[in-house]
């Protein structure tokens, strides 16, 4: 199913002029979020915080382009049992496609892709450094600053389960950004 939809987005954007970069529709951007954990174990031993960021992005024809994200979440907190100290470090790498729904100053936007998760969770019972796929929407509203500079309002859900040991947990939730960037 995934390789027949995937063709078709492909024959898609080829006839509707290719997938070459358009001159001057390049931008990079740094953010800075605030993350809320989905899952519940996850929110009562790390609660969630700040996070930070980059983001390309790289204009197709029309209102479409494509994106790629780097973030990085650490949380500190405690087990629930032993009450032990904890350390967790997250880093998704993301890429998807967007849509824009305007192309005036302020223009408002929703995305979707997917992303590999890649966590480390140290603590005085041992160590897990793994990674897993996940998926990630997003809506948000860049506005046009001065120049090629705007500012980006954005707010991403995303999601990965994983399973290091018995327990399973979801590394994903809610993100708040504030992203400052500049456009090419």
Do not use: H
């Amino acid at each position: 199913m995934f390789k027949k939809s995937g063709m078709i987005l492909v024959l898609a954007l080829l006839a509707g002029g290719g997938l070459s970069v358009q001159a001057g529709s390049i931008s990079i951007e740094g953010k800075a979020s605030a993350f809320f954990p989905t899952d519940k174990v996850f929110r009562d031993i790390y609660k969630g915080g700040a996070a930070f960021g980059a983001e390309i992005n790289f204009g197709l024809p029309g209102r479409l382009s494509l994106w790629v994200s780097g973030d990085y979440y650490q949380g500190q907190g405690r087990l629930t049992f032993t009450r032990e100290k904890t350390k967790i470090e997250i880093t998704p790498v993301c890429a998807g496609i967007r849509l824009a729904f305007s192309d005036s100053r302020f223009r408002p936007y929703v995305g979707v892709g997917a992303g590999y998760f890649r966590y480390k969770e140290s603590n005085p019972i041992g160590s897990v450094s793994k990674g897993n796929a996940g998926l990630v929407a997003k809506i948000g509203l860049a506005a046009k600053i001065s120049g090629p500079v705007f500012a980006d309002l954005q707010a991403d859900y995303t999601y990965c389960s994983v399973k290091p040991a018995d327990v399973k947990a979801d590394l994903g939730g809610l993100r708040a950004s504030l992203g400052l960037g500049i456009a090419f």
